[in-house]
T-cell receptor, first 114, second 116 residues
Framework: DTGVSQNPRHKITKRGQNVTFRCDPI?????LYWYRQTLGQGPEFLTY????????KSRLLSDRFSAERPKGSFSTLEIQRTEQGDSAMYLC????????????FGPGTRLTVT | GENVEQHPSTLSVQEGDSAVIKCTYS??????FPWYKQELGKGPQLIID?????GEKKDQRIAVTLNKTAKHFSLHITETQPEDSAVYFC???????????????FGKGTTLSVSS
């Protein structure tokens, strides 16, 4: 069990460009969450997958954001036409099943939009 | 909407002292309350959690208490050490949004500094 991994760890992009982040959850964890964290704040929920199904999206997830989890394993989060306000740490977390509540976070991807 | 208030925002203690961080939640349907420790440049690390059917839980130097009636829960760290210095976040599950699994609402964090 190597924990939740995220790639890349850092991404610097220019406004208007598209970016994609990847999250690999802990093996056999069927629940996967994406959160966004800005400086000095706690993480904010973006979206949730149970296996390959995306079951919930926050109002924070604008039309420029899309997330996938093909085959119920790794997940990707894409941001199209990035804006400076998208600069944040994007965190991924996974949990084992409906019966276990514990969520384990990855190290995050720090996005800077210039 | 749902909200989690966390106090204090900063806390400075001497090594060996106790530290207490308090949170209040608004969603009466919340039933899971974890605490996370976040060090600079790292993701949040789960340190202890409590479910709504339990009033107190302890793990070595850390303990969490829950008052469902008052919608309060607190983190207690005893015999603090310099390595306890970090940002601590409380969180509550989005109880009313069944489709959200156990998606969490976080407080704004408490920066704990332990000086030796």
């Amino acid at each position: 069990d190597t924990g939740v991994s995220q790639n890349p760890r850092h991404k610097i992009t220019k406004r208007g460009q598209n970016v994609t982040f990847r999250c690999d959850p802990i093996s056999e964890h069927n629940r996967l969450y994406w959160y966004r964290q800005t400086l000095g704040q706690g993480p904010e929920f973006l979206t949730y997958f149970q296996n390959e199904a995306q079951l919930e999206k926050s109002r924070l997830l604008s039309d420029r954001f899309s997330a996938e989890r093909p085959k119920g394993s790794f997940s990707t989060l894409e941001i199209q036409r990035t804006e400076q306000g998208d600069s944040a740490m994007y965190l991924c977390a996974s949990s084992l099943s409906l019966q276990t509540y514990e969520q384990y976070f990855g190290p995050g991807t720090r996005l800077t939009v210039t | 909407g749902e909200n989690v208030e966390q106090h204090p925002s900063t806390l400075s203690v001497q090594e060996g002292d106790s530290a207490v961080i308090k949170c209040t939640y608004s969603d009466s349907a919340s039933n899971y309350f974890p605490w996370y420790k976040q060090e600079l440049g790292k993701g949040p690390q789960l340190i202890i959690d409590i479910r709504s059917n339990v009033g107190e839980k302890k793990d070595q130097r850390i303990a969490v208490t829950l008052n469902k009636t008052a919608k309060h829960f607190s983190l207690h760290i005893t015999e603090t050490q310099p390595e306890d210095s970090a940002v601590y976040f409380c969180a509550a599950s989005m109880g009313w949004r069944e489709q959200a699994g156990t998606a969490l609402i976080f407080g704004k964090g408490t920066t704990l500094s332990v000086s030796s």
